[in-house]
């Protein structure tokens, strides 16, 4: 599938520069980007559910100075 953006001049510098320091095409560093927000924001989502889940289960956490010293009792 291919598709088209309009940027402005000052845009397409930035992003021609971004593909060439990394050498890959323009094409490739719009679609590693974009693929890198949709991971980014799916694993916010994620944890935010998972926050939620742990809130509303009313688990509280263990201080990890209670964790060292059960480990050191062994």
């Given at each position: 599938m291919a598709f088209s953006?309009?940027?402005?001049?000052?845009?397409?510098?930035?992003?021609?520069?971004?593909?060439?320091?990394?050498?890959?095409?323009?094409?490739?560093?719009?679609?590693?980007?974009?693929?890198?927000?949709?991971?980014?924001?799916y694993d916010l989502q994620?944890?935010?559910?998972?926050?939620?889940?742990?809130?509303?289960?009313?688990?509280?956490?263990?201080?990890?100075?209670?964790?060292?010293e059960e480990l050191d009792?062994?």
């Open positions: 953006i309009r940027l402005t001049e000052e845009e397409r510098k930035l992003a021609s520069s971004y593909a060439r320091l990394h050498g890959i095409s323009l094409g490739e560093a719009f679609k590693e980007a974009l693929f890198e927000r949709i991971e980014d924001e994620l944890a935010e559910e998972a926050l939620n889940d742990y809130v509303a289960s009313g688990y509280k956490s263990t201080p990890i100075e209670e964790f060292w009792r062994e």
